[in-house]
């Protein structure tokens, strides 16, 4: 499954952040549970402390105050002087409703007289109690409390009359769990919270209506501790196995000791669920924080990491089908990574591919050698140029789809121009001539070119095309192809060598002879050739002709290649007459093959083909063998020994196993290599001199007769005469049908026996018809004659009949 790398990234920070924020959340809950335990602690010990000093401070003055002013009543002062009871009630009721208080006594001599309560029982108790020992003539602030009346704080003022004589004494009380003095602490502190009082003595917790279990707050233990030292304590107590979190303060007496205990506190739970509020709050958070992070961390990765990066792998792909483009990124200025460096990096490659394309292309379009347009530019530009044109793109269609070479409404036309004889120069005068060669007949053809302003390309080795798909008349046609003609007479001097070349020079028109360039160029070849044929360094044009001509060659060459799968040749011999011994006394194995349509054709046309086509190999070992057969049969069957002759063709003799072959051959016929003469031609040694040199040499050693065949027909060099092994000297039938005009080359045939034999070879002339040709090279001196006038090759079998017979004919 592909996941992209821009979820990779969220996923993988999405899991840090979570991690990270667990680890952070467990942490700081432990920080603040702590926190939050210790704080409470505080505030609860804070307020309690508020509750005492402020509050309860406070009230005392307060209450102080009220008696006070109670006391400066006059017309109340009165009435207790007067000891009128019932009016007094009504003054009381009506300060009582304007009172800061809650319990309003009157004592006269000790003894309550009135009272703002009508259930005061309690308070009486108590209040007598104190009565019995108070000093009425002073004022006393307190607080105290039991398990009857709760926390209350009390005043006892002295009532003085005009004479400043105290004539009773005011109590004012006010309870403290009153909720105007306790609600300041529940609205303070937001959990539970209760203020109780302990009295040591009786030890009962009190506890007040609306508060809840006062009295569970209070652990005894630290009560005890806390009454015993008369000391503050702030921290955990338990009551009833449930954990609190209490302050406890010692409240003093009217003595100054301790008369009981207030304290605050809230229970562990309620600290646990602000607590469990927190966590909450902070795992919102979290989870919160971890959605904005993924949310801006996909954000992020995709426009900072994936979209680079898929445009940066679009250019690659547009690279991979040659499309150079520049991905279009924005970047940002400052910004300075691995993806910019990335995206920089594709960047110059890209730019830098841009400069090499050029470098490639011309690699790819030219020549290196010549410098001309080699032949994919001319594909490129002329198998379709209107398509060129159009879309800027080359024909990569069929040759149906590209059949534009012609221009609209014009004329094209084709020259193929092939140089004549560039393997003899590279075999005389070796390859890097040859080379130079070629680039001087380049640099020619392509001014001239250039003039007629025709398009010049190097076809292929040593074949040039020039054309033009778009010409006004043809009169331009034969000038531009005399011109090279001529041009290319002038003599090459290439590094002091002067060589003479020529051109042949094949023309098809468009469209008469072919509207794409294929066609054009199968065209120009098939008439280049032809003119090659004609005798090299002309030109001709295509005609339909040389179609045909082209087709029954294609033919007959698919005929020849099955025949040689098939064997199905013959060999005939023609026999070698020796003028010293009057008789014959070898033969010539010369190769017979009839065509598909039952006819003869001439080894001088099929053994040409089967060396261009390769077959030669198979058909030249089937040959040999077929002579070395015949040869031991026809020796095996006479008392007198015949010798074979056997032509090689140069591909033959390059083979790599053509000795070993041979000694096979003769291994198995067992042979004498004395009765074994392999006739070969110039043309051979001009292939590859040195090579066939050393096979020479071999075959000589094994004691294998070799003739120059064909001698006078073509360069007649006698300097291979010297050099070479040669036994025998072949001279060609054009000397001998001139023999008889000895203005002509008549003494030439005797010129040549007489070199000859002063090099100690054998002549051997061939072609003789007639008794006079005969009787001539008798008196030359010739060795062995070959001719129609002793025999025309014959089958095996047919030759029996002549050697018996033979006395009789000459
Ligand atoms: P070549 O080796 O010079 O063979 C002599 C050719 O002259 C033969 O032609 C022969 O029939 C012909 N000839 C002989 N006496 C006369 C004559 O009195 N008058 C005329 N007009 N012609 C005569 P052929 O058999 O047509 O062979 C032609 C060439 O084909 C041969 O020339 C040889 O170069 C080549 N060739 C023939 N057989 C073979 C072969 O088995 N292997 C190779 N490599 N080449 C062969
Ligand atoms: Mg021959
Ligand atoms: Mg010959």
Known sequence: MRISIKYKFVFFSAFLLFSLTIAISVFSITIDRNYIISNTREHISSVLRYFYETVINDTKENILEQGVMFSYNRKAVELIEKNDIKDLNDIFESYFNTGQFDLLFIYRDKKLIVSNKKDYGEYKMFLDGIMSWYDVDKNIVFVDGNEG????????????????????????GTDLSNPK?????????????????????????????????????????????????????????????????????????RDGKPIGILAVGTSMLSVEKVINKIILFILLFSFF??????????????????????????????????????????????????????????????????????????????????????????????????????????????????????????????????VDDLKTVNSIFGHFIGDSLIKKIASRLKKIADRYDYFASRYGGDEFIICNNNIGKRGDILNLADEIIQEMKEPFDISGNIINTSVSIGISLCPENGKNLNQLIKNSDVAMRKAKEKGKNVYGFFNDKMMNELTNRIKMENELKQSVKDENFTVHFQPKYSMNENNITGFEALARWKNGDGEFVSPEIFIPMAERTGCIIRLGEWILRKSFEFIRNLNSKNAKNYSVSI???????????????????????????????????????????????????????????????????????????????????????????????????????????????????????????????????????????????????????????????FNNLI
Not at 149 to 172: A, E, Y
Not at 215 to 241: F, H, I, R
């Open 181 to 253: 003095y306790t609600d300041n602490i529940y609205k303070t502190y937001h959990i539970d919270s209760s203020i109780f009082f302990k009295n040591k003595r009786i030890n009962t917790t009190l506890s007040y209506e609306g508060r809840k279990q006062i009295g569970s707050l209070v652990d005894p233990e630290v009560a005890e501790t806390v009454l015993g030292k008369n000391m503050t304590y702030s921290g955990q107590t338990y009551v009833t196995g449930i954990a609190y979190i209490a302050s406890y303060l010692p409240i003093e007496g």
């Open 289 to 418: 924080m971890l959605i904005l992070v993924i949310t801006l961390a996909y954000l992020w990765s995709s426009f900072r990491m994936t979209k680079p990066i898929i445009l940066v792998s679009q250019a690659l792909k547009n690279i991979s089908k040659r499309n150079l483009v520049i991905p279009k990124l924005v970047t940002d200025a400052k910004r300075n990574d691995e993806i910019t460096d990335l995206y920089v990096a594709v960047n110059d490659m890209i730019k830098e591919m841009k400069e090499y394309e050029g470098k490639l292309e011309y690699a790819a379009f030219y020549d290196n050698m010549t410098k001309l347009p080699n032949k994919m530019l001319l594909f490129k530009i002329y198998s379709c140029p209107d398509y060129v044109l159009k879309n800027q793109k080359h024909c990569e269609g069929s040759d149906d789809q590209c059949e534009c070479f012609q221009a609209e409404g014009k004329l094209g036309v084709m020259l193929y121009i092939n």
């Open 149 to 172: 009346l709760g926390l209350f704080v009390f005043s006892i003022l002295p009532i003085k009359n005009d004479k400043d004589r105290t004539i009773g004494n005011i109590v004012i």
């Open 647 to 805: 032509n090689i063709s140069v591909a033959q003799i390059m083979q790599e196993n053509f000795i070993s072959l041979v000694e096979t051959f003769m291994r198995e016929y067992m042979i004498s290599p004395e009765f074994v003469e392999f006739e070969i031609t110039e043309s051979v040694l001009i292939e590859s001199y040195e090579l066939v040199k050393i096979k020479i040499e071999h075959l000589r050693m094994m004691g294998i007769g070799i003739a120059l065949d064909d001698f006078g027909k073509g360069y007649s060099s006698l300097g291979y005469l010297k050099t070479l092994p040669i036994t025998t000297l072949k001279i060609d039938k054009i000397f001998i049908d001139d023999i008889l005009d000895p203005g002509r080359n008549g003494n030439l045939a005797e010129d040549i026996i007489r070199i000859g034999h002063r090099m100690n070879l054998k002549i051997i002339a061939e072609g003789i018809e007639t008794k006079e040709q005969f009787e001539m090279l008798k008196k030359y001196g010739c060795d062995i004659i070959q001719g129609y006038y002793i025999s025309k090759a014959l089958p095996e079998n047919d030759l029996i009949g002549l050697l018996n017979n």
